[in-house]
């Protein structure tokens, strides 16, 4: 009688299983998603448009919204931004987006940064990457905002 009992209950999980992934299967989503549910992100403080060029090698170099040149790094100096931006290449390339479009970086306040790619409309939340690769991209926005505040006092 336990065998059976058992049997039974394996049964209804299989069932269960079968269904839940034919649901998902069918509608595209999870059985708890909510349409209206959208996790809400902190509103953007600040933000900068930067140009970034890497090579395969690890060099990089980050310019501001005009083109002024903020920062130049030479192989295994920047590692991460080069990173950053081969993998901005590789969605861009999936899309058939521009490769040498600019980027934003935004603040969020306190240490949440993200970087923006317009090309594509992705959005990557700096702080899974850890706070060494998070201060690299805080730098770059502290950078251009030095050069910008520069070039308005040599404005006539």
């Known amino acids: 009688m336990t065998d059976l009992k058992m049997m039974r209950g394996v049964a209804a999980l299989v069932a269960a299983a079968l269904i839940f992934t034919a649901a998902h299967v069918l509608t595209g989503r999870s059985p708890g998603y909510s349409p209206g549910l959208d996790i809400a992100r902190p509103a953007i403080e600040g933000e900068r448009t930067l140009g970034i060029a890497s090579s395969p090698g690890g060099a990089a170099l980050v310019v501001d919204a005009d083109g002024a040149e903020i920062a130049r790094f030479g192989e295994g100096e920047a590692n991460f931004i080069s990173m ?4 901005l290449l590789f969605e861009r390339d999936k ?7 600019p980027v934003r970086v935004r603040w969020r306040g306190g240490a949440r940064w993200s970087i923006y790619d317009p090309a594509t409309g992705d959005e990557y939340d700096l702080a899974s990457y850890g ?13 251009s905002s ?5 070039r308005a006092a040599r404005q006539p």
């Open 84 to 87: 950053m931006h081969r993998a």
């Open 95 to 101: 899309v058939g987006a521009e490769r040498d479009a």
């Open 131 to 143: 706070p060494q690769n998070v201060d690299a991209f805080a730098a770059l926005y502290e950078m």
């Open 146 to 150: 030095v050069a910008e505040t520069e």
